[in-house]
């Protein structure tokens, strides 16, 4: 095979057009790094800022579910007091913090009339019995004593009413005379020990 020999003209014309080919390729390459270059630089700020978003949005729905549980917790709360405020009302007329005794001494005219006695005294005063002993840390004893007219059959089933009061009163002692008046009533003593809050702000 005979081989095929270049020209002077073409060797010239190869010897150009090489330089100017790997122009081309490096200008071609260098185009294709600037565009690799500009794409990164391009995206990866995108890329960073969906990241941040992402970031917040966990962040925001954390804080979020925090305060949905502190809103339920507080609303439990008020939902508690609401509950539990009728409740003190009542405690306040129970065991008084300011000697008001005002509960009780609406239901002792009731039950005294319920068994056949009518009021002629009562008294408040400081319990002074010191044979009995109390340890109490916020209740105190106080003494009621009450006079009342009546009959003697009955002063069983008023005794148990008395006791059974809400402010849960304890029977210390009663007496009665044996004289009659004109309405064949006898005259009764009857002592009972009561208790109060010994805090004049302890409701407040």
Same mark, same amino acid.
């Given at each position: 095979?005979?081989?095929?020999?270049?020209?002077?003209?073409?060797?010239i014309?190869?010897?150009?057009?090489?330089?100017?080919?790997?122009?081309?390729?490096?200008?071609?390459?260098?185009?294709?790094?600037?565009?690799?270059l500009?794409?990164?630089?391009?995206?990866?700020?995108?890329?960073?800022?969906?990241?941040?978003?992402?970031?917040?949005?966990?962040?925001?729905?954390?804080?979020?579910?925090?305060?949905?549980?502190?809103?339920?917790?507080?609303?439990?709360?008020?939902?508690?007091?609401?509950d539990?405020?009728?409740?003190?009302?009542?405690?306040?007329?129970?065991?008084?913090?300011?000697?008001?005794?005002?509960?009780?001494?609406?239901?002792?005219?009731p039950?005294?009339?319920?068994?056949?006695?009518?009021?002629?005294?009562?008294?408040?005063?400081k319990?002074?019995?010191?044979?009995v002993?109390?340890?109490?840390?916020?209740?105190?004893?106080?003494?009621?004593?009450? *006079?009342?007219k009546g009959?003697?059959?009955?002063?069983?089933?008023?005794?148990?009413?008395?006791?059974?009061?809400?402010?849960?009163?304890?029977?210390?002692?009663?007496?009665?005379?044996?004289?009659?008046?004109?309405?064949?009533?006898?005259?009764?003593?009857?002592?009972?020990?009561?208790?109060?809050?010994?805090? *004049?702000?302890?409701?407040?």
């Open positions: 095979m005979e081989k095929k020999r270049l020209n002077t003209e073409e060797y014309k190869l010897i150009k057009e090489s330089p100017e080919k790997k122009r081309g390729y490096i200008f071609a390459g260098a185009t294709v790094v600037v565009s690799i500009l794409i990164v630089f391009a995206v990866r700020p995108t890329i960073v800022t969906i990241t941040q978003i992402n970031s917040s949005i966990k962040e925001k729905t954390r804080l979020s579910t925090a305060l949905d549980a502190k809103i339920s917790t507080l609303s439990a709360l008020d939902k508690q007091f609401e539990v405020g009728t409740d003190l009302q009542d405690l306040k007329l129970i065991y008084p913090a300011n000697g008001n005794f005002s509960l009780l001494l609406a239901n002792i005219n039950i005294l009339s319920r068994n056949g006695f009518y009021l002629t005294g009562i008294n408040f005063d319990y002074s019995d010191k044979n002993s109390f340890t109490p840390k916020v209740l105190v004893p106080w003494s009621v004593k009450i *006079a009342a009959k003697v059959s009955n002063i069983i089933n008023l005794l148990k009413e008395l006791e059974a009061l809400p402010m849960f009163p304890v029977m210390e002692s009663f007496s009665y005379t044996d004289q009659k008046d004109e309405y064949d009533l006898t005259n009764f003593s009857i002592n009972l020990r009561i208790y109060k809050i010994d805090n *004049a702000n302890f409701y407040e």
